[in-house]
């Protein structure tokens, strides 16, 4: 299974006027013969103006045949090209494999953080599996959706999404965390196999499955 999450920054003010077109036009056309969906989000804290969307294919080849049938669709291309290109400004395409395969969490209402780190050189695999392996407590594993190792557009990067009631739940989350032995003990290891990391806060859209 191949994962590709896109990242599209609009004009300001511009990325729920985007989101409403995928929802009302591109889903009805993709649906998910031609990838996927696994979720849809509009950033609220960190990048602004973007949309950030999550899609699975079984490999690199389905990736390639899918996106080649979608372009020859005629609505995608008369229907939802024309009055969605005018609105991206930037495109950013990352292709990653999922060291801990997505699952979506219960129910609705959630705030989600994809965290993206930038391992040291070789460092990757082995941050992405013991981040994997720290999560062992039910409690824990239930807030983190997935972890993912990014193959093209962002060498050396491992990125991991988490589900959050609220913005208050995270944080009192990452508060408990540090009292926490087990995660204390992995925390100590981070700074051996990571140079710099980045977080942005999502909100989901209403056709994103992820809720």
Request: net charge positive; charged share 25%; no cysteine.
């Amino acid at each position: 299974m191949i994962y590709e999450l896109r990242t599209y920054t609009t004009p300001i003010g511009k990325a729920p006027e985007l989101a409403r077109l995928s929802a009302d036009i591109g889903r009805g056309i993709r649906k998910d013969d031609y990838g996927k969906l696994e979720g849809y989000w509009l950033t609220e804290i960190g990048p602004l103006n973007q949309v950030v969307h999550l899609w699975s294919y079984a490999d690199l080849n389905a990736r390639l045949e899918l996106r080649a049938a979608l372009g020859r669709h005629e609505d995608w291309r008369t229907r939802y090209l024309p009055v969605a290109s005018p609105l991206i400004l930037r495109q950013d395409v990352r292709l990653m494999h999922a060291v801990k395969p997505p699952i979506a969490p219960e129910g609705g209402g959630h705030v989600y953080e994809y965290r993206f780190y930038r391992a040291k050189v070789g460092k990757a695999r082995a941050f992405a599996e013991s981040l994997r392996d720290a999560l062992t407590t039910p409690d824990k594993y239930r807030r983190n959706v997935g972890i993912w190792l990014t193959e093209a557009g962002s060498p050396n990067e491992v990125s991991h999404l988490w589900a959050y009631q609220s913005l208050n739940h995270r944080a009192e989350i990452r508060l408990a965390g540090r009292s926490d032995p087990d995660w204390r003990t992995f925390l100590a290891t981070v700074p051996e196999m990571i140079e710099e990391m980045q977080s942005i806060i999502l909100l989901p859209w209403a056709h994103s499955p992820m809720q």
